[in-house]
């Protein structure tokens, strides 16, 4: 059996969604639906049942451990909202429920796969490189990333980092996501922007090395990562902390240009003001350093933004059908 927490979200549906591809259906969603849309996440994919998470843990704490028959536990629920600022509330959900799961996982000899994040890595002053060794020296820049942090130094300090592939995502974007509001990619909040006779907004830039709109993230697209993500299960002696990402960086305009370029529009941008609450928090620069990933075997392709945004855009956003499972 093969557990899925965040299942229902972003990256754990999609994974879900390449399981299934790959003939395995045997398969513990554990996640929330609450009232909104994200059950439609997991419309038309196969699994046994779907556990809250709260259910799940009470489970594994009565048991002592996690079910018997468990093949691999792929850890991406937490929360994301990098703008959350409960910080009890993502040391409860984000850090403690980590541990037990990756701590029975690790005792039982169940491969387990954690979502970290790039959050970690702050302004990016000290680069983008995934060695362990520099865990101490980091310094997020708002409490998601401080908790996704806690959780990768837990596992080094502990010794479970040689035992647990802990993927620190760069802006994944892609199917699956709409139900994420303002935490959903440009790309999707754009189209729909677009779409409807809008003009793009990007944020102006407050550094003068940056012109606006040349701010730059390394984007990478969902079905480039839920790949990445199975070849990880078919490796289960490939671990630590490992950077999921292009290896490559593309500015706003680039991505906007991509935008534009799959609608077949001319491209119409407005640069506007940064909200002042998020300017002390902003990353203008992120690269991920796949050479520890790339060195572990993996060769896998990352989509270019213009690829990427392309099938997004005309194989699912322009039909009307926002997600991977019921897509190409």
Same mark, same amino acid.
């Given at each position: 059996?093969?557990?899925?927490?965040?299942?229902?979200?972003?990256?754990?549906?999609?994974?879900?969604?390449?399981?299934?591809?790959?003939?395995?259906?045997?398969?513990?969603?554990?996640?929330?639906?609450?009232?909104?849309?994200?059950?439609?996440?997991?419309?038309?994919?196969?699994? +046994?049942?779907?556990?809250?998470?709260?259910?799940?843990?009470?489970?594994?704490?009565?048991?002592?451990?996690?079910?018997?028959?468990?093949?691999?536990?792929?850890?991406?629920?937490?929360?994301?909202?990098?703008?959350?600022?409960?910080?009890?509330?993502?040391?409860?959900?984000? %850090? /403690?429920?980590?541990?037990?799961?990756?701590?029975?996982?690790?005792?039982?000899?169940?491969?387990?796969?954690?979502?970290?994040?790039?959050?970690?890595?702050?302004?990016?002053?000290?680069? %983008? +490189?995934?060695?362990? !060794?520099?865990?101490? /020296?980091?310094?997020?820049?708002?409490? %998601?990333?401080?908790?996704?942090?806690?959780? +990768?130094?837990?596992?080094?300090?502990?010794?479970?980092?040689? !035992?647990?592939?802990?993927?620190?995502?760069?802006?994944?974007?892609?199917?699956?996501?709409?139900?994420?509001?303002?935490?959903?990619?440009?790309?999707?909040?754009?189209?729909?922007?677009?779409?409807?006779?809008?003009?793009?907004?990007?944020?102006?830039?407050? /550094?003068?090395?940056?012109?606006?709109?040349?701010?730059?993230?390394?984007?990478? %697209?969902?079905?480039?990562?839920?790949?990445?993500?199975?070849?990880?299960?078919?490796?289960?002696?490939?671990?630590?902390?490992?950077?999921?990402?292009?290896?490559?960086? !593309?500015?706003?305009?680039?991505?906007?240009?991509?935008?534009?370029?799959?609608?077949?529009?001319?491209?119409?941008?407005?640069?506007?003001?940064?909200?002042?609450?998020? /300017?002390?928090?902003?990353?203008?620069?992120?690269?991920?350093?796949?050479?520890?990933?790339?060195?572990?075997?993996?060769?896998?392709?990352?989509?270019?933004?213009? +690829?990427?945004?392309?099938?997004?855009?005309?194989?699912?956003?322009?039909?009307?059908?926002?997600?991977?499972?019921?897509?190409?």
């Amino acid at each position: 059996m093969f557990i899925v927490t965040g299942g229902a979200g972003f990256i754990g549906s999609a994974m879900v969604w390449k399981l299934n591809a790959m003939g395995i259906h045997d398969i513990l969603v554990v996640d929330t639906l609450e009232t909104g849309q994200k059950w439609k996440n997991i419309r038309g994919l196969r699994f +046994d049942d779907i556990y809250m998470p709260d259910e799940f843990l009470d489970m594994v704490m009565e048991m002592g451990e996690l079910p018997h028959d468990t093949e691999a536990v792929i850890h991406m629920g937490a929360c994301s909202r990098t703008t959350e600022k409960d910080a009890d509330y993502l040391l409860r959900n984000n %850090y /403690r429920y980590t541990k037990v799961l990756a701590q029975h996982a690790v005792d039982q000899g169940i491969r387990f796969i954690n979502a970290s994040s790039a959050a970690t890595y702050g302004n990016g002053e000290l680069g %983008y +490189d995934d060695d362990p !060794a520099l865990l101490e /020296r980091l310094l997020p820049l708002n409490m %998601y990333g401080h908790s996704k942090l806690m959780v +990768d130094q837990w596992l080094y300090h502990e010794g479970y980092i040689d !035992a647990v592939a802990s993927l620190r995502f760069f802006n994944v974007y892609g199917p699956n996501e709409y139900h994420k509001d303002d935490m959903a990619s440009m790309v999707y909040k754009a189209f729909n922007t677009v779409q409807a006779g809008g003009r793009l907004g990007l944020f102006k830039s407050y /550094r003068p090395e940056y012109k606006d709109g040349e701010q730059q993230r390394d984007f990478v %697209y969902i079905k480039d990562v839920v790949d990445c993500l199975w070849w990880l299960v078919e490796h289960p002696k490939v671990n630590g902390i490992l950077n999921i990402g292009t290896g490559s960086e !593309a500015t706003w305009n680039e991505l906007a240009g991509a935008l534009f370029a799959a609608l077949g529009k001319e491209p119409a941008i407005d640069y506007v003001e940064m909200p002042e609450a998020i /300017r002390g928090q902003y990353q203008y620069h992120t690269k991920a350093d796949i050479t520890r990933l790339r060195n572990a075997g993996y060769t896998g392709t990352f989509r270019p933004v213009a +690829d990427g945004v392309r099938d997004y855009v005309q194989n699912h956003l322009l039909l009307d059908n926002p997600y991977i499972n019921n897509g190409r």
